[in-house]
């Protein structure tokens, strides 16, 4: 009997965001990096092993389906099933480069209709993955082998922060141009009022993640794209939270105790 398909998807996307979290894994040392869009916006041989591991994995599984992925584009089969996987291979490039533990793989799917069913967020150096399929709520989990004669990991189901909080913190993050990032901090204080802090980890799909498990209060960030938080927002949906998808690019991604029409309106050049 075959899974259903939230199910069928969702246990792809999480065998695809172990494949690319394990190469991340093998990280030794400072690795060598290429130049993309600015100073800072590192690409490394990493990104690209893990993106294809995270291909291998889901091409293997739904040969029809298109691909979209950060380092190489999208490929879409000679008869696509209208079903799309968007893959971040390493959101965190940064902080992979300089040795901070907070990046990831994520992986996500929408279907023919444009809705996301199902998507996984694993970060190796953390030891956790998140995930979620439609309708079926978000968990949280760890990713190390049980210890022999242990029993492993039981997933925990995420709901979200706690609304009575003391002391909510913000999350966001900021470009890699002056042309991006001066109006990002200019736009920020107009977000700050009702949080008592903000935290910027340098990885979208953890901080949505992060809002899903109640560790944050809410997320927003202007110019992401589609990878950086397709797996994560549905995850924190699934968790409860109310989430701003972007609807186009450049615009706001939101998650959490967040004013979301104001974050729409608020221009940002």
Known sequence: MSQPKPQRYLDTARRAAAAGAAVLAERTGRPLTDTKSGGGDWVTDF???????????????????????EEYGTTTPAEPSGVEWSIDPLDGTTNFVRGIVYYATSVAVRDADGVWQAGAVNAPALGVEYYAARGEGAWRTGTAPAAPGTQAPTPERLTGPDADTD??????????TLKRHVPQVAALGALMP?????????????????????????????GTHVHDWSAAMLIAEEAGVPVLRPEGYPDWAAAGRINFERVRSQHVG
Do not use: K, W
């Not at 002391?167 to 890699?176: K, N, S």
């Not at 802090?197 to 202007?222: I, K, P, Q, W």
């Open 47 to 69: 990104d690209r092993r893990a993106e294809q591991a995270v291909r291998d994995v889901i091409v293997a599984a739904h040969p029809a389906d298109t691909i979209t992925g």
């Open 194 to 222: 009702g949080f008592a802090n903000m935290r910027r980890l340098g990885s979208a799909a953890l901080d949505v993640c992060l809002v899903a498990d109640g560790t944050l209060d809410a997320y927003a960030e202007f």
């Open 167 to 176: 002391g909510p913190l913000l999350a966001t993050g900021f470009g890699y």
